[in-house]
């Protein structure tokens, strides 16, 4: 099993869950999270006084599925996220070594 983390541009949440749900992954966790990268914010003017804005909205998406899955997500992903500009977000893939479904006591794969 892997755990795909993915941040992304806001706009692009619908976009990355719809093709996320065609390639058959059922279940997505998603977080508001601020930050930047290479792009490291950029600069707005508000009542005439200038302002750096360091922190950029971003939305973390994260799904746990079987290793078979993983490069038909991470694909999914950066298609469905990509805009061509700085700034479109990172992929990130790890390994689970177990998951367990609390309601019924299942674990590993069966509980995905």
């Known amino acids: 099993m892997k755990k795909i983390e993915a941040i992304i541009k806001p706009f692009k949440l619908d976009d990355v869950k719809e093709a996320l ?3 058959g992954i059922q279940g997505i966790t998603v977080v508001e ?3 930047f990268g290479r792009q490291k914010g950029h600069t707005e003017l508000y009542r005439g006084a200038e302002y750096i804005i360091d922190f950029l909205p971003k939305i973390k998406v994260e799904v746990v599925c ?3 899955l993983v490069e038909r997500a ?3 992903i950066s298609t469905a996220a990509r805009t061509g500009r700085i700034g479109d977000g990172k992929i990130f893939v790890v390994p689970v070594d177990d998951v367990m479904r609390i309601r019924t006591g299942e674990r590993g794969d069966s509980a995905i």
């Open 21 to 23: 749900h065609e390639i």
């Open 33 to 35: 999270v601020k930050g």
């Open 66 to 68: 079987s290793a078979s």
């Open 74 to 76: 991470v694909e999914a």
